[in-house]
């Protein structure tokens, strides 16, 4: 999918903000070992388990929990509104004010308020909206929006913050985060003591009971609740549980995931009306809790997104993901940021509003393997683009060279074996290290792999060899990369397989795995190439189907059902082969077992590189080290940040050829700080990746894939 120029602006003007790459990245570094450290001692998958499970539950059984949670609301004397839209919320609300001639407002942190964009709306009708958040209140007063769901200011820096202060309030304040807080405090208790109407949001709303949950770090919250006449809690329908069991649950993970705490500083339960001061004596608080579907009904009702209501705004997928980090949360264009973003963006907002910063996501699948809701947020994302892609449809290259060529697997294969000539002029040593012109900034950071002068199906003949009494048959995938650019790992899996007593054969139609097509939003091709490749691998007849992409294995062995789940007769065929599928190091393992070899005196130093698919979607990154660390040839030693994303994502690099060298850069740093000669990775994509990275910084650090070193190439 084509991404606009203006978001391309947004996006280069967000690397080049040194003091948001500075302020993420501390963040992002710190993240990690306090989120591990708040769990020690937790059963994580267990709690996962148990919030996606009550929270789907509760999603499916929306309307149900609604009326029972309005039933205990105004039971306890509160009233509830249910608001169909945006504009319905903030109508109701405004009519609230107008009513109670509400003159000033003091809001504790909702993103639901940011959403339907409320403080506009109460604002037009002359009341002062004062946000008591400090992160919100700052970027109040800067005239921004939130850049992260739990820490709205975390793209500032304190510089920037006590020039804001100083401007507003008239008086030279000094970058000191202990002062600027005195002054916060200072001059938010003013507001808190003068206001009319308290509006909040609500981390949970409780079925059972009617009360409301709020976990702050701040004493705002409270005040924002306790001290004004009336209190108004906007609540998305999301938030809603059944019982104050899950109430527990959620409260064990939401602070761990969020912020490496093992609990909020306050964590307040409020449930119906409560005394208050009013006209110079105590009286009843007013309570309007108003509930909010703007397009979270419709999230239900499909049954692909209905998964994303499992979110717990705990914001974990931002802290983890390598392009936020980056770029940050204002990219976004709407005010939800990241993968999860996008996807709220869809629903609540409009799917022109996703259209570009879905792009972003590089489908390193970090962020599913921590979300407490088991959000798998890197397919959601994909979805969002299939359906996007049918919607708009592609650009005229992006539909020429998909449809024309990658979908068509002999045109294809020309075209592939016409570029060996073509590049040329171009081509040293294996890379083409400079283009031309527009395309300069693709080789700016990388060199690019060359196009080999055969390919491994004309190299087949040569590298069979005849196996006595066979342990298995086994049809070898090897996808675009190793079959055009990469042979020599083919023939290392050809070599050691055989070795090992496995008959090997190379399914002649066999192509593109359809990832591009897939990954690019392009259903159709997907689809096509799906039914090709099916065709080609069922005519070897073979026990195993080899495969040594991780990106190849999960389509093949994953999507390739998915994709034809709507024909019962292809679907059944994309079964039988997923069932054959077998990753080269997992065989190798399987073949010669756990045996430790004694190393050579002069072992070559390797570390590893666990790309995104293998260890996350596949989860096989031990087989690898399995046979690295029985190798007698090789000693291995880990490199810091091994399966960190390494940049490459396919097409990622084209479309956002900045931000994958700035994750590369981080990458090799971390390679050659590991003191390696050799870095070994099972994903060839990651090899284009890294291989092109260490040649534009001339380094003699070579990198292989794990059949290479199981062949002896060490050199």
Not at 307 to 325: D, G, H, K, T
Not at 382 to 403: D, H, Q, V, W
Request: net charge positive; with cysteine.
């Amino acid at each position: 999918m084509a991404v606009s120029k203006e978001f391309q602006g947004k996006v280069k003007k967000a690397l080049n903000n040194e003091n948001l790459r500075k302020a993420l990245g501390n963040f992002g570094n710190a993240y990690p070992a306090a989120r591990e450290k708040a769990y020690q001692g937790k059963d994580i998958e267990a709690l996962r388990d148990y919030i996606s499970q009550n929270k789907r539950l509760a999603a499916q059984n929306i309307d149900e929990l609604v009326e029972k949670f309005t039933k205990e609301v105004e039971k306890r004397g509160g009233t509830v509104f249910f608001a169909k839209t945006a504009e319905d919320a903030k109508e109701y609300i405004a009519k609230v004010a107008r009513e109670e001639n509400v003159k000033t407002i003091v809001k504790s942190k909702s993103m639901a308020s940011e959403e339907i964009h409320l403080n506009e709306r109460l604002e037009k009708d002359n009341i002062e909206v004062v946000e008591t958040d400090l992160g919100e209140w700052i970027i109040q007063l800067m005239g921004q929006k939130p850049s992260h769901m739990v820490m709205p200011a975390i793209h500032l820096t304190r510089y920037e913050i006590a020039e804001t202060f100083s401007k507003h309030l008239n008086e030279k304040l000094p970058p000191d985060p202990l002062k600027l807080t005195k002054v916060a405090r200072r001059e938010l208790r003013k507001k808190f003591l003068a206001a009319d109407m308290g509006i909040s949001g609500a981390n949970m709303a409780v079925a059972e009971n009617g009360a409301l949950v709020l976990m702050t770090n701040e004493g705002n919250a409270r005040l924002t609740t306790t001290l004004p006449r009336i209190h108004v809690a906007l609540v998305g329908i999301e938030k809603f549980v059944p019982n104050m069991e899950t109430v527990v649950k959620v409260l064990e993970a939401l602070p761990r995931s969020a912020t490496g705490q093992e609990i909020t500083s306050y964590v307040t339960m409020i449930d119906g009306v409560v005394p208050t001061w009013v006209d110079n004596g105590v009286g009843e608080k007013k309570l309007h809790v108003v509930i909010l579907d703007n397009g979270r009904k419709a999230m239900i009702d499909d049954p692909v997104f209905q998964e994303a209501m499992q979110c717990i705004r705990c914001a974990s997928c931002l802290n983890v993901c390598p392009v936020y980090q980056l770029v940050g949360g204002h990219v976004y264009g709407h005010i939800y940021a990241g993968g999860i973003g996008t996807i709220l963006t869809a629903f609540f907002n409009s799917e022109d509003a996703a259209y570009d910063p879905q792009n972003l996501c590089i489908n390193c699948n970090k962020c599913a393997t921590i979300c407490p809701g088991k959000i798998n947020i890197p397919k959601l994302v994909k979805e969002l683009r299939l359906r996007l892609t049918e919607k708009k449809g592609l650009s005229f290259a992006e539909n020429y060279a998909l449809r024309n060529i990658v979908g068509k697997p002999r045109t294809f294969h020309k075209w592939l074996r016409r570029a060996k000539t073509l590049q040329k002029p171009l081509a040293r040593e294996g890379f083409i290290r400079h283009l031309p012109l527009a395309f300069s900034k693709h080789t700016e950071k990388r060199s690019l792999p060359t196009v080999a002068d055969k390919p491994l199906r004309d190299l087949v003949p040569s590298l069979k060899k005849e196996v006595k009494n066979p342990k298995a048959k086994a049809a070898f995938y090897s996808g675009c990369v190793i079959d055009f650019c990469y042979p020599e790992v083919g023939e290392a899996i050809f070599k050691t397989l055989q070795d090992n007593g496995i008959e090997m054969v190379f399914p002649e139609g066999q192509s593109c795995c359809g990832a591009p097509a897939s990954y690019m939003g392009d259903r159709k091709t997907a689809i096509e190439l799906a039914k090709s490749n099916i065709e080609a691998l069922e005519s070897a007849n073979a026990d195993y189907i080899i495969t040594a992409c991780p990106t190849c294995t999960h389509v093949v062995k994953d999507e390739f059902p998915e994709l034809l789940e709507g024909d019962k007769k292809w679907h059944e065929r994309a079964k039988k082969i997923s069932e054959k599928v077998k990753d080269y190091s997992d065989l190798m393992v399987e073949l010669t077992g756990d045996k430790k070899q004694k190393k050579k005196k002069k072992a070559t130093k390797v570390t590893y590189h666990d790309s995104c698919h293998y260890k996350r979607e596949l989860e096989l990154s031990d087989r690898p080290r399995t046979l690295l660390n029985n190798s007698k040839d090789v000693e291995l030693v880990e490199m810091n940040e091994c399966d960190r994303c390494c940049g490459f994502g396919g097409s990622y690099t084209a479309k956002f050829p900045e931000i994958s060298a700035e994750i590369m850069e981080r990458k090799l740093k971390n390679i050659e700080e590991s003191g390696a000669e050799i870095v070994v990775t099972d994903c060839p994509g990651c090899m284009i990746q890294l291989k092109g990275g260490l040649d534009k910084k001339n380094s003699k650090i070579k990198v292989k894939h794990t059949a290479e070193i199981m062949a002896g190439d060490t050199k």
